[in-house]
């Protein structure tokens, strides 16, 4: 029938001329169904009523800049940076006001009429890590970063050169660490020391060195970190044929983990403590919190660990977190006076990491999906994924994570200050230093109406005002934190 009906010649030109137009007029009504979809999606994003040209002649740009070039951008954002450090570096400990050291580069009539002569110690002195990994993460190859001893040097040290040379020979103070906060992501395995230089490296000459440059040490401790990757629980390895060993720097014999002081940098401490400069300062170049109850002799912490510090003779330390690109300059800055620290923990220090609940579910969480000797799903994983799913895909190695979040919402500084509400003495004893916690050069009152929030019972639609008045009591400019719980 449709051949007979193709064969008429009216019937070809009735198809040759009805499609198109039938196309066409489709074509015309997707479109038509578009635009306001399309319309209306340019209004969400874009103001003005509309969608325009980002740019067009004669009418205002959507987007500003006070920037000619990428090159002006690149240091306004340097500038920012070290803004945010100066502001965020946190003074942890300040024994008689052992900061600020003046230099002849402090602003104003407090300045020193020789530059201090100081000792900079830590092998990763001369290789900080200046960012996280994944999204945080900072290739430092591609230059512009402004290392410690040029930032110490800008702010008016005059820094012991013997030492800072021995750090930079690798075939004297030993090889720098392999890793780097950026590898953290990479998928790669990566095998996590300190490479903390050992006291047995350190020659008669380099000690000789620190008596020139005593009037301050600077010990610096560095810990990389960042997404994709969990701090190690352990101080071992396990090579190809399970053989269990000691990574290097470890202590030996005790049960440590990566965040805490391992043998190397402990003797070094030890050994600046003792070596009588006038001040001992402790630089936390850390994106993460680590044990820092070797700092505050009422911590027991030093004791509890059997570590031989003596944290009485550490007048001063310093969070000073990743501080990307510039952000050494804002440590030199905050050294010297020119600034006063204002920045605020954002986490609680606790005294024993292991003695956190978190730690029983911290760490390595995969599950495997094949268990001993046959397809099965090993208990406590089923609110995850459909165990009989999981048992027909006979595909070994697959693993499923997991983590039971067993202690709720009370885990960081929320479990500390729940469980210390009415027991001062536990929570002096687990906790180093709080949330928000962070010194001052000065001294702050603080003056609180709480108007109709006092005495009242939340009920999380009502709006409270409280007014704070903060007065700096001493002869220093500084900025303080409002904190209101």
Same mark, same amino acid.
């Given at each position: ?276 400069? !006038?001040? &001992? ?5 850390? #994106? ?7 700092? /505050? $002799?009422?911590?027991? @912490? ?85 165990? !009989?799913? &999981? ?5 070994? #190695? ?7 979040? /067993? $202690?709720?919402?009370? @885990? ?74």
């Amino acid at each position: 029938m449709l051949k007979k009906l193709w064969k008429s010649k009216g019937t070809r030109v009735w198809f040759f001329v009805s499609v198109p137009v039938i196309l066409l007029f489709a074509i015309i009504f997707i479109i038509s169904s578009a635009v306001p979809v399309i319309y209306n999606v340019f209004n969400m994003v874009m103001p003005g009523g509309g969608p325009r040209a980002i740019y067009q002649e004669g009418i205002d740009p959507i987007y500003t800049t006070e920037y000619e070039n990428k090159a002006e951008v690149h240091e306004a954002a340097r500038a920012v940076n070290e803004e945010i450090c100066e502001e965020g570096f946190v003074l942890l400990k300040n024994k008689d006001s052992a900061l600020p050291l003046y230099t002849p580069a402090t602003e104003g009539d407090k300045a020193a009429s020789a530059a201090p002569k100081i000792s900079v110690f830590g092998k990763n002195s001369v290789n900080l890590a200046y960012g996280g990994s994944g999204s945080g993460g900072t290739d430092t190859t591609s230059g512009g970063f402004v290392d410690l001893y040029a930032a110490l040097e800008d702010a008016g040290y005059d820094v012991n050169p013997t030492l800072k040379s021995f750090y930079e020979d690798d075939g004297a103070s030993g090889a720098k660490r392999k890793g780097n906060s950026k590898d953290l992501d990479s998928g790669d395995t990566v095998i996590l020391t300190t490479a903390e230089t050992p006291q047995s490296k350190y020659t008669q000459a380099v000690k000789d060195s620190y008596a020139d440059y005593n009037d301050m040490a600077l010990i610096v401790i560095t810990r990389i970190g960042g997404e994709g990757f969990d701090m190690p629980r352990l101080m071992t390895r396990t090579d190809g044929d399970g053989k269990v060993t000691d990574v290097e720097g470890a202590r030996a014999g005790k049960d440590d983990h990566f965040l805490q002081l391992d043998q190397n940098e402990s003797d070094m401490v030890k050994a600046v403590c003792d070596a009588g400069f !006038d001040r &001992v300062v402790v630089v936390l170049n850390t #994106g993460q919190a680590i044990e820092t109850g070797f700092l /505050e $002799e009422t911590s027991g @912490y030093v004791e509890l660990k059997g570590y031989d510090i003596d944290p009485a003779k550490i007048d001063a330390a310093i969070w000073m977190g990743f501080p990307g690109e510039t952000g050494t300059r804002a440590l030199g800055s905050i050294l010297n006076g020119n600034v006063n620290p204002s920045g605020k923990l954002a986490d609680t220090y606790s005294v024993d990491f292991k003695a956190d609940p978190t730690w029983l579910n911290f760490g390595d969480n995969r599950i495997t999906a094949r268990g001993e000797g046959s397809n099965h799903v090993p208990g406590g994983d089923e609110y995850v994924f459909d165990p !009989d799913e &999981v048992a027909s895909h006979d595909i070994p #190695g697959v693993y499923y994570y997991f983590v039971d979040y /067993e $202690e709720s919402i009370y @885990y960081g500084y929320r479990y500390y200050e729940t469980r210390g509400a009415g027991n001062e003495e536990w929570y002096n004893d687990n906790v180093v230093y709080p949330f928000g916690h962070g010194l001052s050069y000065t001294d702050f009152t603080w003056t609180a109406d709480f108007g109709s929030l006092k005495d009242a019972t939340i009920d999380g639609k009502t709006k409270y005002t409280v007014t704070v008045t903060v007065h700096n009591d001493g002869d220093v400019a500084g900025k303080d934190v409002v904190q209101l719980y």
